[in-house]
């Protein structure tokens, strides 16, 4: 019979996700790019889109770096969520500050 232990807390590394503060003021993005994690994020979960029209959307994106994003995002879920909840507020704020020409000109 072969015992199985699993290590109480794992590691796990996302080759494809780096922070830099000179970049995109240190949001973690895919390697090599200016594309934002909570930018996949929010196009895979609010959106709706796929990881292939997400590709579409970013073609200097690979599948497997669109997929260590998600990872990353759902191994930090509540910070990003709470990020993404205080960006939606914000922009809130913004359009009843500068209500939208267009919407009054069209009525």
Not at 25 to 31: F, L, R
Not at 77 to 101: G, H, M, V, Y
Request: charge should be positive.
């Amino acid at each position: 019979m072969i015992k199985l232990t699993m290590p109480k807390k794992r590691e796990i590394k996302h080759p494809y996700i780096a922070r830099n503060v000179k970049t995109s003021g240190g949001s973690p993005v895919v390697s090599g790019t200016r594309v934002r994690v909570v930018d996949i994020v929010i196009e895979y979960d609010r959106l709706g889109m796929s990881p292939d029209e997400i590709i579409d959307a970013h073609p200097q994106l690979s599948l497997e770096a669109v997929h260590d994003a998600l990872s990353f995002y759902y191994e930090n879920r509540d910070a990003f969520d709470k990020e993404i909840n205080k960006r939606k507020e914000s922009i809130k704020k913004l359009t009843k500050k500068f209500p939208s020409k267009l919407k009054a000109a069209i009525g």
